[in-house]
């Protein structure tokens, strides 16, 4: 491995982060003003489809094969070496406890040899500061604004309030948004993951099935959705035996899609009202790629007059340019973590 200053002509100054706190082994290369320079995201699916969900033991090895050369590779791209790095951030939590202690073990090896500062990063906060990266707004979101994430492992409404100050104003109760889709699918026999599938079908139906919406209108911004995948199964339970009809599987999942997303929209509304000076609304996460989703979140924040900052796909999902800008912010803030620092399976926003 290189070590810092062995690359002539180039300044020390980009952050490499790397992401591996589920099933995404991803790196990423950042000049300081958050210009990406390099990224590299390699996604399990394949690895997990046949068992239906994650499967923590193969996620933290399929991490490991790829890891190395896919930040080498990164750095190629980005024309540096190690030495070429200011500062290596790794997501330490929360998430899978194999796949954090690979890519935060390579990380502090990799900052020990090219003696540069680690950075212990929280998944949700790399989520949260995503909208910063330049080219994602019109302007630089102010602090504080709102994040919504909806993604396969969490669901929270969260009031960014600076770097390294969150305030969590709702979560949900039992499964987060992307695994009441994900279980859903399942049960519909939609392959793996089931989000985007679920979609899918629902443009072919009618969301004509009166199904539950937990928490609506309730105060607060906490979601529910177990309640609403049960009587997804109590409804199938119900059917005549035999394979069920494709139009009967697009009505249902179309009802389903028609109900989470009445209780995005109601819980977004809360949410405003519990901090009226967002100056706008993020959304990140899996399921912020769905089109009914997004269009019922961008109507709630017009309403409201807030602007709705929907990063690309490509960044709402799990990545590693999102760990190495949470990074590059933290370093900004005059944040850095020992070596020591551990992995957090749990890591709740709050308590940064
Ligand atoms: O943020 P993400 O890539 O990974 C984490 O969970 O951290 O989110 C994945 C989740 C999965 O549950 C997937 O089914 C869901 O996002 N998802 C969707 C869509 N695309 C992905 N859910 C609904 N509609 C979609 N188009
Ligand atoms: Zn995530």
């Known amino acids: 491995m290189e070590r810092k200053g062995c690359d002539p002509g180039f300044p020390a100054t980009a952050v490499l982060g790397i992401e591996s706190s589920c099933d995404e082994t991803a790196a990423a290369i950042l000049a ?38 896919m930040v080498k590779d990164a750095l190629r791209e980005a024309g540096l070496g ?13 998430g899978l406890i194999g796949g954090l202690l690979v890519g935060t073990g390579y990380a502090k090896g990799a900052a020990i040899a090219a003696r540069v500062p680690y950075l212990a990063i929280n998944h949700l906060e790399a989520h949260a500061l995503t909208a910063r990266l330049p080219g994602m707004a019109a302007s630089r979101p102010a602090f504080p604004y709102l994040l919504l994430l909806l993604s396969g492992g969490h669901s929270q409404c969260v009031a960014v309030e600076g770097v390294g100050r969150y305030r969590l104003l709702g979560a949900t109760l039992d499964d987060a948004v992307g695994e009441a889709f994900d279980k859903t699918a399942k049960l519909l026999g939609l392959p793996y993951p089931g989000g985007p599938a679920l979609e899918a079908c629902a443009r072919e139906g009618v969301p004509n099935i009166p199904l539950p919406r937990p928490l609506l209108h309730r105060a607060g911004c906490d979601f529910s959705f177990s309640g609403l995948k049960t009587a997804v199964a109590q409804l199938l339970a119900a059917e005549p035996p035999g394979a069920l009809p494709r139009q009967r599987a697009a009505d249902i999942a179309a009802s389903f899609q028609a109900a989470v997303t009445d209780i995005l929209g109601d819980r977004l509304s809360h949410a405003l009202a519990m901090c009226p000076a967002a100056s706008s609304i993020v959304i990140a ?41 949470a990074g590059i912010e933290r370093l900004a803030a005059g944040f850095t973590s020992p070596i020591s620092a551990p992995c957090k399976p749990r890591w709740p926003l709050d308590a940064l």
């Open 32 to 69: 300081p003003d958050g210009t990406i320079l390099a990224e590299r995201v390699l996604s399990q699916i394949a690895d997990h489809a046949a068992f239906g969900g994650v499967v923590p033991e193969i996620a933290a090895r399929a991490h490991l094969l790829a890891l190395d050369a």
């Open 82 to 94: 190690f030495g070429g790095l200011a500062a290596i951030a790794a997501t330490a939590g929360p």
């Open 285 to 325: 996460g899996g399921v912020a790629a769905n089109t009914a989703i997004r269009a019922r979140l961008a109507e709630v924040a017009a309403a409201a007059g807030k602007a709705l900052i929907a990063p690309p796909l490509r960044l709402c999902t799990d990545n590693a340019v999102m760990a190495a800008w």
